[in-house]
């Protein structure tokens, strides 16, 4: 077990015991008389909760957030930790969503609910029974604040433990998407208090707009997810058209994060790298079949079109946002160091990082795999021939991170 596995353990283990805790302690406090209200109530939690968002970063979110951010206003902490742990207890098992997350999502709502609800009683004026939205906003927005920074850390530091990635880069890459989420679903809570204080069963006037709410941001992740399918999928139809280089792409990508990473280079740097290995040569699909398939060396005028292939995907991937930051490595990935590369022939450093890095892994591969017109070279000859390149062609500092990873691989035993 290394260093990572157990802070994984050690964090899952404090999280449960504590959110087990705090359940075991409502469980105690609550009016069993009126067990109807906590039926009613987890029902519609999981109603709510059965159709959770996924998010780039293995998290999910879901709009019980609103939900339980209301029954603590109206009824409560404990009524609130005890409607929400059991409502998602019972969706997970309904959702098969295995015991561990199962555990640590009960214990996560249990912690955050209690932190928010400690707020509450803290800043809420004490004489008032009834919700009065003057009087009480802004203990609300303190509770919610403190709600959304809970529920969203402790499920973003396991998040960052199980898939080793640093918890900055899951802060980074899921908070504005969250806070978001989170921010525009708390008024719907407040809106719950409301209706629920005039007139209890008014409170299914908040469902259509919640749903709305839900589908517009689930159809908003998933276009985004659906378009850098697409991109992929057409990447991959390149590589097929020619048997020689089918996978290509996925091993360039491979290549290209490993040198990212055995640079020590941020993980949202080696994250672009291996999006843009995917789609590094699909400019390629405006490449005539001829030329793409044709057997023997190609003639100078069949090199000027396929040498076309870098601005043609940089002119694909233009128009797509999320393509915006890795757009020069697939422009520069054919640019070698001493300037005699294409398409603008840049020199050194002015040639992006990525591109560097997606020229050394793109060339690897290239050598390693046959070609029409000549066998495929063994690891060892090419590795020979990015050190003789180096410097000329290739990056130093690039070649030799790539050499450190082929090294691992090949002798796994050393470091
Ligand atoms: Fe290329």
């Known amino acids: ?84 742990s059991v409502g998602s207890v019972l969706t997970d098992i309904l959702g098969k969503r295995g015991w561990q997350k199962n555990i640590f999502n009960c214990s996560q709502y249990s912690i955050s609910i209690f932190a928010a609800g400690t707020i509450y009683s803290k800043l809420s004026p004490q004489t008032k029974e009834i919700f009065v ?18 529920n969203f850390l402790l499920v973003a530091i396991i998040v960052a433990l199980s898939y080793k990635i640093p918890l900055f880069s899951v802060i980074k890459k899921d908070l504005g998407m969250v806070a978001l989420f989170l921010f525009s679903l708390a008024p719907m809570s407040l809106l719950i208090v409301v209706l629920y204080t005039n007139e209890p069963w008014s409170v299914i006037l908040i469902l259509p707009p919640l749903a709305l709410a839900h589908n517009g941001f689930e159809n908003y992740l998933k276009l985004r997810k659906q378009a850098r399918t697409t991109i992929e999928l057409l990447a991959d139809v390149v590589d097929r058209r020619d048997t020689y280089t089918a996978s290509h792409s996925s091993r360039v990508a491979d290549y290209a994060e490993k040198i990212a990473t055995e640079m020590g280079l941020p993980y949202e740097q080696v994250e672009k790298l291996g999006m843009a290995g995917r789609v590094h040569d699909l400019g390629k699909v405006a490449v005539d079949d001829s030329i793409l398939q044709k057997n023997e060396r190609l003639s100078d005028k069949e090199f000027k079109l396929m040498r076309t292939h870098s601005e043609t995907g940089y002119n694909i991937l233009s128009p797509l946002d999320m393509y915006k930051d890795l757009l020069s490595y697939v422009l520069y990935h054919h640019e070698r160091i001493d300037g005699k590369g294409y398409p603008q022939g840049l020199i050194g450093n002015h040639i992006p990082l990525g591109a560097r890095i997606l020229a050394v892994a793109d060339s690897y591969d290239a050598m390693t795999s046959s070609r029409p017109y000549r066998s495929a070279m063994s690891e060892e000859e090419a590795v020979q021939e990015l050190i003789q390149n180096s410097g000329k062609q290739f990056d130093p500092e690039i070649v030799a991170a790539f050499i450190s990873v082929w090294e691992k691989k090949s002798r796994p035993g050393e470091k």
């Open 1 to 84: 077990m290394d260093v990572q596995d157990l802070k994984f353990r050690v964090y899952f283990l404090v999280v449960v015991l504590a959110g087990l805790l705090i359940l075991l302690i409502s469980l105690i406090n609550i009016d069993l008389n009126m067990w109807y209200v906590y039926i009613f109530w987890i029902l519609v939690f999981m109603i709510i909760d059965i159709r959770p968002i996924s998010l780039d970063i293995k998290g999910q979110v879901s709009l019980s957030f609103a939900l339980s951010l209301a029954l603590l206003l109206i009824h409560g902490t404990w009524f609130c930790i005890v409607v929400s």
């Open 133 to 150: 939205i003057n009087e009480h906003i802004i203990p609300f927005v303190f509770t919610a604040f403190t709600d959304i920074v809970f």
